[in-house]
DNA sequence: ACAGAGGGGGAGCAAGTGCTCCGGATAAGG
DNA sequence: CCTTATCCGGAGCACTTGCTCCCCCTCTGT
């Protein structure tokens, strides 16, 4: 039966190439315009950039919010996996934590609707995205233990990272390096030198 | 002339004393519904928590950002005013950072429409109630000198001050007292034990 | 009590937006 | 080259939402 199914597929027809390429293109169109305009944007919009008519776009994605998820989840994958990069590559755990940062804002700013969905979802700990962030600023943590003040936890860090991607957002268009200065105060704070208990919930 | 002017009042009738109900009927329910539900609520719930009708909720506000405006701008001052004042009742300066802080951000967490409002206009100075509070932050600022790290503008504060204010919108549902762990952090990070310069934009 | 200025109310308009429908076009399989 | 499953495109529907229009009624001033 598993076989009978397995050699169903090849009954069927190839994928016609104009199909799969408008669907590349319709992704494609959607990650521009989402980067910039973020999740309220016009579906026509996204049907106009990927040169392709409405039909098109909804024979491969039913519904607005298929669409959206589809290019969101690898787009903040590579987000979340550009970050764990930048922290491997340094050598000190410090370091690591600071670039870890650095190179998620920097990506903050390029992209609306990453932060959008990031502010939606980050206390959905179920989410394929967000675990995969957790994993890395867990990973930080253990490697900068000592430098870390006693109490911060993994969520702490996170909500920073939510907190100042807004900060970012906000600043990118006026003054766009003005977020750094934040990071650092908020970075500072979270050392080892400080050992009074952070407040409980 | 100015007597013309003001004997010119009298002439026209009293205001209906239905109108002026109407009309603070109509502030208040819109000041509710944009707490609960921030700007992008629809007009028509407005006017029926109000009591009134769209033409009389019109009449008042020819434009519903006129609306929103009004009610807004007397929310802001009254919520960056209460802050003030916890600043001023504490006696140690930095109690006074941490109180007016504090104070703020329970604010937030009551009043979405107010953050929104104060996340898009955080930059422009001219506004009476960015203003205002930008006063008050020098006046801290002023105040903790000594105990504030080198280079720390009031820009930073209020920066600080939208981007936790951020954090409280998102952690108001699940863990309303979440955010103040950030808020400990960030100001630890503010002390004047930390010396090394903070990036320039 | 009366006249009429002015306010009250809500149906309805216009524009925006998610989504559907279906005639016509096109690429895969023979 | 032909057949036909499959896909394309965009006009149009349904719904939301800011705002207007206009008849009717209420309250003010006499």
Redesign the interface.
């Given at each position: 039966m598993a076989v009978a199914e397995r050699e169903s597929a090849p009954r069927r027809r190839a994928p016609r190439v104009d199909a799969v390429r408008n669907r590349e293109a319709i992704i494609e169109a959607a990650a521009e315009v989402l980067a910039e305009q973020g999740t309220a944007v016009d579906v026509r919009e996204i049907a106009r950039r990927g040169g392709v008519g409405m039909g098109t776009l909804y024979r491969h994605f039913p519904k607005k919010e298929d669409l959206i998820h589809t290019v969101l989840r690898k787009e903040f994958l590579e987000w979340a996996e550009s970050a764990r990069q930048a922290a491997i590559d340094a050598e000190d755990p410090w370091m690591a934590l600071t670039d870890f940062y650095q190179q998620a804002l920097t990506g903050c700013a390029r992209h609306r609707a990453i932060m959008e969905n990031f502010?939606l979802t980050?206390?959905v700990p179920d989410l394929e995205g967000i675990q995969q962030l957790r994993m890395v600023i867990e990973e930080l943590c253990a490697r900068a233990t000592n430098l870390l003040?006693p109490g911060?936890t993994t969520?702490?860090l996170l909500?920073?990272l939510?907190?100042?991607g807004?900060?970012v957002e906000?600043?990118d268009e006026?003054?766009p390096?003005?977020?750094?200065?934040?990071l650092?105060?908020?970075?500072?704070?979270?050392r080892a030198?400080?050992r009074?208990p952070?407040?409980?919930?």
């Open positions: 502010a980050w206390s003040r911060v969520d702490d909500l920073l939510v907190s100042l807004h900060a906000l600043t006026c003054r390096r003005m977020w750094n200065r934040l650092r105060i908020s970075l500072d704070g979270l030198e400080h009074e952070l407040p409980a919930e």
